[in-house]
């Protein structure tokens, strides 16, 4: 057994269960980003949260202690994504990824948005022309420092 077979066990039993991210979220006490990264081994999950994931998707004890392991991060199959949606997410960050650094430069300094003291919200936004994503990601600045 290894995290990956317990990530698998959760999309399983979350199909198989009708179970929707948000009220995983809310029993566990955490977002619904934060919280499905962590049920996708992305994150690592205290004992009690392990504990309150296990009770939703039927997980064993063995299982709850690998959601308690700290994960390698970093989940997609190959280095160009080929599922379109995720494709989509690296074809913005080609596009814009540049003009993102030049701005964050400017307004900050030298430095990088953390993806450790980070969140965010996924929203559905209504449109008369169709609907739209609104994603808000929000990571503290870290400047370089000299030495």
Not at 90 to 95: C, G, I
Not at 118 to 130: A, H, L, N, V, Y
């Amino acid at each position: 057994m290894n995290r990956n077979d317990v990530t698998e066990k959760i999309i399983t039993a979350k199909v198989s269960k009708g179970i929707q991210w948000a009220d995983v979220a809310a029993r566990v006490g955490l977002s619904k980003e934060w919280t499905t990264a962590g049920c996708l081994g992305q994150m690592t999950f205290d004992a009690q949260q392990a504990v309150t994931v296990g009770e939703i998707f039927g997980l064993t004890d063995e299982e709850q202690k690998w959601l308690q392991v700290v994960p390698y991060k970093g989940s997609l199959p190959t280095a160009v994504p080929t599922d379109p949606l995720i494709y989509r997410w690296y074809e913005l960050v080609s596009v814009y990824g540049t003009t993102i650094k030049e701005l964050i430069h400017e307004e900050f300094g030298d430095g990088i948005m953390s993806a450790i003291d980070f969140s965010m919200d996924i929203q559905r936004q209504g449109d008369p022309k169709g609907d739209r994503v609104n994603v808000v990601l929000s990571g503290k600045f870290l400047p370089y420092k000299t030495y």
